[in-house]
């Protein structure tokens, strides 16, 4: 089915639904946040009489709501920017007597008829917007700004292959409700300084093995510069954008030991490499959990060979 006809469904059923609660995967990014936080002001916006509630833990939860099970169970679930079930950060979702997604991650599993993906979207903040924007609505200033700050940040300011025309479509129509970009990159790259340490330790420790770069950080780097495991992990950033570089890699010790890597490539896919190791994502974003020494050295040769073939 066409997605815009999934919206309207999707609409059908928020408008006969008196709870709505709202979910997105775990360590959330600005995207999942985003999509989240937009449906929840939206829904304030259009429909003050409802109980709409956002779920999950992360940076952000002194904006999420606490619920209990039985108003989760009488209500429509939307699950926003997730690709499996498995990744909902808050699994009482599956209580919920009907489940809606919106989603861009390739489409691993079926969430039913309100299930709208779509894949070439450089964000799902994207989606929401274009949707709304065909549907001629209005969704009230925060939901548009929650909106940009998700696909500014997944697009990385409208910089990867991701974006497209709709991108920039999306991107004004939001603008046109009332977003602001300067706000936006305000709050979405405006660093702590002890953020801004740890980044110039992951540069400083890279190792560059052909057309692969890498870091890693151990428990000590990062707590002893007063930074927590999450915001040492989402640092990858710091070595972006080096030619010659194919693919750049961060691996971040975890508490208990192992290693989460956040992958990143210029040009060929890695999301098939990170699924062997058990991870996923985008085609050229990836992340993986749980590595212990040994699948680390055999993932980092695999990283290079592949670096290597393609440069
Ligand atoms: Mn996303």
Same mark, same amino acid.
């Not at 808050?90 to 894949?119: K, N, S, T, Y």
């Not at 274009?130 to 696909?151: D, R, S, T, V, Y």
């Given at each position: ?23 997105? !995967? ?30 999950? /833990? ?19 679930? *939307? ?11 808050? /699994?009482?979702?599956?209580?919920? &007597? ?6 861009? !991650? ?13 894949? &070439? ?14 549907? %001629?609505? @209005? ?8 909106? =940009? /700050? ?5 697009? /990385? ?44 330790? *992951? ?9 692969? =770069? ?24 710091? =070595? @972006? ?15 208990? %030991?192992?290693?989460?890597?956040? =992958? ?15 991870? %996923?994502? &985008?085609?050229?974003?990836? %992340?993986?959990? @749980? ?21």
């Amino acid at each position: 089915m066409h997605n815009f006809e999934v919206f309207k469904q999707l609409l059908d059923a928020i408008e006969s639904a008196p709870i709505i609660t709202l979910f997105r !995967h775990v360590n959330p990014d600005p995207d999942a946040y985003g999509s989240q936080l937009a449906l929840k002001e939206w829904i304030r916006y259009a429909y003050p009489d409802k109980q709409v509630y956002a779920l999950g /833990q992360g940076e952000r939860s002194d904006e999420m709501d606490e619920v209990d099970d039985q108003t989760i169970a009488n209500s429509l679930a *939307i699950v926003t920017d997730t690709a499996n079930r498995d990744r909902v950060d808050d /699994q009482r979702f599956l209580l919920a &007597h009907q489940i809606a997604r919106m989603d861009h !991650h390739l489409q691993i599993e079926d969430f039913g008829p309100l299930d709208l993906v779509d894949i &070439h979207a450089s964000a799902t903040c994207e989606i929401q917007a274009l949707m709304f924007k065909q549907a %001629g609505m @209005n969704i009230g200033p925060k939901a548009a700004q929650e909106m =940009l /700050q998700g696909l500014m940040a997944d697009s /990385q300011r409208f910089t990867i292959t991701t974006v497209r025309p709709q991108s920039f479509e999306a991107a004004a129509w939001l603008m046109e409700q009332q977003a602001n970009p300067q706000q936006a990159a305000k709050f979405l790259f405006s660093r702590d300084y002890s953020t801004f340490e740890i980044s110039a330790f *992951i540069a400083s420790r890279a190792v560059k093995k052909g057309a692969f =770069l890498f870091s890693v950080v151990s428990q000590q780097d990062y707590l002893s510069r007063g930074v927590s495991f999450e915001t040492a992990k989402s640092q990858v950033n710091a =070595l @972006n954008n080096i030619k010659g570089i194919m693919i750049w890699a961060l691996f971040t010790q975890q508490p208990d %030991g192992l290693y989460s890597a956040s =992958l990143r490539s210029a040009k060929v896919a890695i999301n098939e490499l990170a699924n062997q190791y058990g991870g %996923g994502g &985008h085609q050229q974003a990836c %992340g993986i959990k @749980n590595l212990d020494v040994r699948k680390l050295t055999s993932l980092i040769e695999q990283l290079e060979q592949l670096a290597q073939n393609e440069n």
